[in-house]
C-alpha cells in the first residue's frame, strides 16, 4: 500500500505532547490532509477515534511528504481512551451553547496548551466533518477553541481547521525559542540592510549622485526645468527615498539614466547640428 516513513524522533518535546485528536473522520483523505498540516507546523502526535477508513491509499496520498505522522498515527475504539491520559483537553466548536462553557480563540489556546504540556499530553479535539462533535464530547473538554471565520460561511475543512490551531502553536513555539534560535523564522527581511538581504543597503552620496543624474536626464529629455521646478523632484525624491534601495539597485538605475542620455543624445544629433550639452562624467554613470 506504502512505504514507510523513518522513524520520528523519540525525545518528548513541545511538540509530541500536543495530541491532535480526530474523531469519527468519514473522509480517509482528511486525515491524510490533517497530517500534512500537522507536519507543515512541526506537529506529529496524531490520534483517531473511530475512523471509517484507515489506513488506505486516499490518505496516504494526502498526506503528500507527511507518511511518517499516518505511519504513527494511533486509532483507538473511544474518545475516552485518546484523552484518559491528558491534562488539558481543548475541543473546537463553531456552535453556541445553552450552557456557557470557557471558550477561546485559537492564539490563546496555543498559550493554554503550552502552559500545559510540560505537564503532560495536551488534546486538541476535533469532530466529525458534518456534525462536529456531540455536546457530550465538548463536555470532555476543559475549554472550547472556536475559530472567527465568516459568520455567513463559517464552515472549515477538517484540515484547515487543525491547521489554523497548529499554526498557532508553531508561531507560539517560535517565539518561546532565544532569539538566535528564532529569528530566521519569525524575524522579517523586507529591506536592505536586514538579515539575509543579498546586497548592502545604498550610502548617502550614492543616493544623492542618483538624484543627481536623474534630474540631469530629465532636463536632457525636456521632461523638468530648473528655472520652472515645480515639485517635480522632491515628490521624485519621497519616493525612491520610500523605496530604500540597496547598491545594486542604484547602479541599475544609474545605468538605465546613462542609456536613455545615449539614445536621446544619437535622436538629438540626428535632427540637429546643434551639440547637447552632456555633464562631464555621465558616461560613466557620474554626476
Keep these: 500500500m506504502h512505504k514507510s516513513a523513518l522513524p520520528q524522533e523519540g525525545t518528548e518535546t513541545f511538540q509530541d505532547q500536543i495530541r491532535i ?3 469519527e473522520t468519514s473522509h480517509s483523505g482528511n486525515i491524510g ?3 500534512r498540516a500537522m507536519k507543515n507546523m512541526g506537529l506529529g502526535n496524531l490520534w483517531l ?19 511518517d505522522v499516518l505511519d504513527h498515527a494511533r486509532v ?16 473546537t466548536s463553531a456552535r453556541g451553547r445553552k450552557v456557557p462553557w470557557p471558550v477561546c480563540a485559537p492564539p490563546e489556546a496555543a498559550v493554554a496548551a503550552a502552559d500545559h504540556a510540560g505537564s503532560g499530553p495536551v488534546a486538541l479535539v476535533f469532530g466529525r466533518e458534518n456534525s462536529g462533535l456531540t455536546n457530550d464530547e465538548l463536555q470532555r473538554c476543559h475549554y472550547h477553541i472556536h475559530i472567527p471565520s ?27 525559542l532565544e532569539d538566535g534560535q528564532a529569528s530566521p523564522y519569525l524575524k522579517p527581511m523586507a529591506r536592505p540592510g536586514d538579515e539575509g538581504w543579498d546586497v548592502p543597503p545604498a550610502r548617502v552620496d550614492e543616493v544623492e549622485g542618483f538624484f543627481g543624474h536623474l ?4 532636463i536632457d529629455v525636456d521632461f523638468h526645468r530648473r528655472e520652472n521646478p515645480r ?3 522632491t515628490r521624485l525624491r519621497r519616493l525612491f527615498q520610500r523605496a530604500r534601495l540597496d547598491q545594486m539597485e542604484i547602479n541599475i538605475l544609474r545605468g538605465i539614466l546613462t542609456a536613455v542620455q545615449k539614445a536621446a543624445g544619437a535622436r538629438g544629433n540626428s535632427k540637429s547640428t546643434e551639440a547637447g550639452s552632456t555633464v562631464a562624467g555621465q558616461d560613466n554613470g557620474d554626476v
Design 150 to 176: 465568516n459568520p455567513d460561511y463559517s464552515s472549515l475543512n477538517l484540515a484547515m481547521a487543525v491547521q489554523v490551531m497548529c499554526y498557532e502553536l508553531r508561531m507560539h513555539y517560535l517565539r518561546s
Design 215 to 218: 534630474e540631469q536626464v530629465l
Design 33 to 35: 490532509a490533517v497530517a
Design 76 to 91: 483507538v475504539s473511544s474518545l475516552e481512551e485518546a484523552l484518559a491520559d491528558c491534562v488539558l483537553v481543548m475541543g
Design 231 to 233: 515639485q517635480l523632484m
Design 21 to 23: 485528536v480526530l474523531v
Design 49 to 67: 477515534v473511530r475512523p471509517a477508513s484507515f489506513p488506505d491509499e486516499a490518505s496516504y496520498a494526502r498526506a503528500a511528504g507527511a507518511a
